[in-house]
């Protein structure tokens, strides 16, 4: 589309007028809907009003519904002795589809020194007399550097395949493989809580997941060696919450594992657990092993959550639980594991 990389939706520089308020100032490509812009505008600059001592060089993911797009935010600021308060706030968002989040949360470090070369030049120039009329040209620029990296990042990913060895039976002559055992994962949480994250961290492919637009969920896959057996998972992690309330019957059905994630800073997700598990008892009548991640252990300093509260409901729905962190990769691993034995626990004999 005009260019840009078939993962890429729109870039919009947004800047706050100080009288007229959050405004685009310019995009790519120019036909970018009114409506679109507007919404990118106010969202990513009452960043800034709402936190205003956040980092520059810390990019942000937002959602801007009912669009079905998301965007890679940079904040900026800038000294300006004519401004209110002699600052000046910027932002630069680059769009993407829902469908392809996952590649923008895993490879979120990639692109921040792209986005710290844009915020150097653009500051060198802020207060230029032509500053806006030059902006297409700085876009398109940016535009070219991020479709020249995904370009990498997607051949590198397709390339490295799965590093998991096939599993074949003892004895067996080479070249005779077992077949395995399918597993469907669901992972549900209230949005914002680390699911994508999660899921991406512990199965690497963020270009090869397979979104479901129907039903708004992403499904990747992983190969899983537990002692003698081998289970594929088939992990079900929802992607666009308004069309998950109409179709929670189907992405419920046929599930053998349950992933329950909350975020340890937000009570809100915490105490929506026992909703979440009971949903899912709607829809599955007989009982199914699972396990409760209490994500964003990298923040811990700031959890609202103690670890009382967790034991209690760990004990209250049957369940063993995990502080997890997918920024570091704390305990994903371990998750997984832990998933194979109740796996195994539910093969039968001889199988």
């Known amino acids: 589309m005009h260019g840009l990389n078939p993962f890429i939706q729109g870039?919009?520089?947004?800047?706050?007028?100080?009288?007229?308020?959050?405004?685009?100032?310019?995009?790519?490509?120019?036909n970018i809907p009114r409506q679109v812009t507007n919404i990118v505008s106010k969202k990513t600059l009452n960043l800034l009003s709402v936190d205003g001592n956040l980092a520059s060089n810390d990019l942000e993911i937002l959602s801007f519904a009912p669009h079905d797009l998301k965007g890679l935010v940079n904040c900026m600021v800038f000294m300006d002795?004519?401004?209110?308060?002699?600052?000046?706030?910027?932002?630069?968002?680059?769009?993407?589809?829902?469908?392809?989040d996952g590649i923008f949360y895993k490879y979120i470090d990639n692109f921040t020194p792209f986005f710290n070369?844009?915020?150097?030049?653009?500051?060198?120039?802020r207060n230029d007399t032509n500053f806006t009329d030059a902006l297409p040209e700085t876009l398109s620029s940016l535009s070219g550097e991020l479709d020249h990296l995904l370009r990498e990042l997607q051949d590198s990913e397709l390339k490295a395949g799965?590093?998991?060895?096939?599993?074949?039976?003892?004895?067996?002559?080479?070249?005779?493989?077992?077949?395995?055992?399918?597993?469907?994962?669901?992972?549900?949480?209230?949005?914002?809580?680390?699911?994508?994250?999660?899921?991406?961290?512990?199965t690497n492919n963020a270009f090869k997941k397979t979104y479901v637009a129907t039903m708004g969920v992403s499904l990747s896959e992983k190969l899983v060696q537990v002692e003698d057996k081998t289970f594929e998972y088939i992990i079900w992690d929802i992607a666009g919450q308004s069309k998950f309330e109409r179709m929670r019957k189907h992405f419920y059905m046929g599930a053998n594992m349950k992933i329950l994630v909350f975020d340890i800073t937000s009570k809100e997700s915490f105490k929506n657990m026992k909703d979440w598990n009971a949903d899912i008892g709607r829809f599955i009548k007989e009982p199914i092993p699972g396990v409760i991640l209490a994500n964003k252990h990298d923040k811990e300093s700031s959890a609202t959550v103690t670890r009382d509260e967790v034991e209690q409901l760990a004990a209250k729905l049957g369940m063993k639980c995990f502080y997890t962190s997918a920024l570091s990769g704390k305990n994903i691993k371990e998750v997984f594991e832990y998933i194979g034995t109740l796996s195994l626990d539910r093969v039968s004999p001889g199988k």
């Not at 209110?84 to 968002?93: A, E, I, N, S």
């Not at 070369?117 to 120039?125: N, Y």
């Open 81 to 100: 002795e004519n401004a209110r308060g002699r600052k000046r706030f910027d932002t630069l968002t680059v769009l993407f589809k829902h469908a392809h």
């Open 117 to 125: 070369r844009m915020q150097e030049s653009v500051e060198s120039r």
């Open 162 to 202: 799965s590093a998991f060895p096939v599993a074949r039976e003892e004895n067996a002559p080479v070249g005779k493989e077992l077949h395995p055992i399918g597993r469907k994962v669901i992972v549900v949480g209230d949005p914002g809580v680390g699911k994508t994250s999660i899921v991406l961290r512990y």
């Open 11 to 30: 870039i919009v520089y947004s800047t706050y007028d100080e009288k007229r308020g959050p405004i685009p100032l310019s995009t790519l490509p120019r």
